[in-house]
């Protein structure tokens, strides 16, 4: 049979009460009563069924304060699924959507997370759905407004021609 653990004396079962009432975390409370049971002489038993737990968990959660202190016993956060887009491809996306497409070879004016999809598809062959393309553009720094659309054969200089010239009629002098 395997010897018991013994907890880190630096905090007292009083200590580990106190803690508890001021913490957040429902399940890190509860996991520093349980220890607190264990540190005022309560078998592991009694104090892994005070914590809703069975022993060997109460041991795996003492082993886990003994290593981190309090912050230990807060569960962490699962890393979720790896990213379809590597940094790298991301830096790429950037410049793409920076620079702008070609009409010539995109077929679009202006980007959209339709286009983008056929993009990322036809570059690194990875199937993205347009939210989790507005979601990376969102990250990118990109805003989900789009610019006035530019004809591809418009000339320099002919918005500035067309816009009025005349003094403004409003403007206090």
């Known amino acids: 049979m395997a010897a018991a653990v013994k907890i880190r004396e630096?905090?007292?079962?009083?200590?580990?009460?106190?803690?508890?009432?001021?913490?957040?975390?429902?399940?890190?409370?509860?996991?520093l009563l349980a220890l607190a049971a264990v540190g005022e002489g309560k078998s592991r038993a009694e104090a892994a069924r005070l914590g809703g737990m069975d022993r060997q968990t109460l041991r795996d959660w003492v082993h886990a304060f003994n290593e981190r202190g309090p912050e230990g016993l807060i569960n962490a956060k699962a890393p979720g699924p790896k990213p379809k887009l590597s940094a790298e491809q991301k830096g790429e996306l950037a410049?793409?959507?920076?620079?702008?497409?070609?009409?010539?070879?995109?077929?679009?004016?202006?980007?959209?997370?339709?286009?983008?999809k056929r993009l990322i598809k036809d570059r690194w062959d990875i199937e993205l759905g347009e939210v989790s393309i507005g979601r990376i553009l969102k990250e990118l720094g990109f805003s989900h407004i789009s610019p006035r659309p530019r004809h591809p054969k418009q000339e320099e200089g002919a918005i500035e021609a067309f816009k009025k010239t005349s003094a403004l009629a409003w403007a206090r002098r």
Do not use: H, I, M, Y
């Open 10 to 31: 630096d905090f007292s079962a009083e200590a580990l009460r106190q803690l508890a009432a001021k913490v957040k975390d429902a399940n890190q409370a509860r996991r």
């Open 95 to 116: 410049r793409a959507v920076e620079a702008g497409p070609d009409p010539e070879k995109d077929g679009v004016a202006r980007w959209r997370c339709a286009d983008l």
